[in-house]
């Protein structure tokens, strides 16, 4: 990428629901270390709209978006439960259009998703599966602190079916 990038980054809100799934839908096809597949993104635009109103007014979901100018070109979000014994544990999504990749943008997503668990004062554990094979990613998540628990066999299934090792990783969020 050659040209300056407009980068600005803030939650979603509603009005980003088809934008959103524009983006989404390109990345799903653009890289093969999601679980996300064409159902996730062959939904509505209104049922997009409702699932983000109801990301932006819960107390301990997020979702942030980062944008080149007015297009959406990467994003993180933090999924969590409201039942009381789980409510405090955000499972983290990140994702990022190929031809944005490898220009800081991951590190810059993930350290505003971590400030936000931190500040929300109900999050305390960050948690994440990502594929063995995602080295990119894993470097990415232990820059921030993240650590492997555990190695899961069989985690998930590659392009030919398959099996694939998808480490399970956590960050323990402690208010500063
Ligand atoms: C994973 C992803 C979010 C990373 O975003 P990014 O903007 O490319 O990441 P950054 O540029 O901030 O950082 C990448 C880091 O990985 C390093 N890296 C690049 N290739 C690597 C590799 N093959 N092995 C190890 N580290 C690698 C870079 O040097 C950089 O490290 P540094 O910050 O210490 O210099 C992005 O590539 C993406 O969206 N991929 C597809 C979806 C995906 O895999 N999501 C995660 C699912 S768990």
């Known amino acids: 990428m050659s040209e300056e990038i407009n980068l600005i980054i803030r939650q979603a809100i509603p009005d980003d629901a088809e934008n959103l799934l524009y983006t989404l839908n390109q ?12 159902n996730d993104v062959n939904i ?29 070109i ?10 009381h014994r789980i409510k405090h544990i955000g499972e983290i999504g990140i994702s990022i259009l190929k031809e944005y990749w490898g ?6 997503l993930l350290e505003e998703a971590i400030y ?9 554990r960050l948690e994440l599966t990502v ?19 555990t190695i899961m ?6 392009e030919q079916d398959n099996f694939l090792d998808v480490h399970l990783m956590s960050l323990l969020i402690d208010p500063e």
């Open 131 to 149: 594929q063995k094979r995602n080295q990119k990613a894993i470097h990415l998540y232990e820059k921030f602190g993240f650590q492997t628990e």
């Open 103 to 108: 220009l800081g943008l991951g590190s810059i």
């Open 27 to 38: 990345i799903r096809q653009e890289t093969d270390f999601l679980t996300m597949d064409e």
């Open 74 to 83: 990467g994003s993180i979000s933090v999924h969590a439960n409201s039942q």
């Open 153 to 158: 066999q069989r985690g998930a299934v590659d």
């Open 116 to 124: 936000w668990a931190k500040e929300s004062g109900i999050i305390r």
């Open 44 to 72: 509505s635009i209104e049922f997009q709209r409702h699932q983000l109103e109801n990301i932006y007014e819960s107390e301990n979901n997020v979702l942030i978006l980062a944008f080149d100018g007015e297009k959406i």
